[in-house]
């Protein structure tokens, strides 16, 4: 088992690596995410890394909430803006959601179907 700070340097390494390829490729996406989930798929191959990452990430989810504070500030500092787009933005919200997941019960029906496992009665 690593110290906290090699563990930590790791996530470091793997979220500039990240950054490093979506510039480099002038990709638009967030290179973090594209960092940690090549880091996700290295680990699911390689469970013996592990260890390697495991103490600065079990430290990071322990105070994961505090993450969350800088968005509520967001949110607070943009108070006048959804006051008078509020409606506009929940029913943005509430419509992409719901076609989200008709869209995802189709494929799966379309999924299902396609691969022989129908509605049995």
């Keep these: 088992m690593q ?7 790791v996530l470091f390494a793997v979220q ?3 950054e490093a390829v979506t510039r480099g490729l002038g990709v ?6 594209l960092g940690f ?7 699911w191959r390689a469970p013996r890394l592990r260890p390697v990452v ?18 509520a ?10 006051a008078r787009e509020g409606v506009a933005i929940v ?14 019960a189709l494929v799966f029906r379309a999924v299902a179907r396609r691969m ?3 509605e049995e009665s």
């Design 116 to 118: 022989g496992l129908g």
């Design 3 to 9: 110290g906290f700070l090699p563990s930590l340097a």
């Design 54 to 71: 495991e103490p600065a990430a079990i430290g990071i989810l322990r105070y994961l909430s505090l993450l969350f504070v800088p968005a």
């Design 37 to 43: 989930a090549v880091l996700a798929l290295v680990l």
């Design 16 to 18: 500039l690596a990240g």
């Design 91 to 104: 029913a943005a919200m509430a419509i992409s959601t719901w076609v989200a997941m008709a869209v995802t």
């Design 73 to 82: 500030v967001g949110v607070i500092d943009q108070a006048p803006l959804l």
């Design 28 to 33: 638009a996406f967030p290179g973090p995410v």
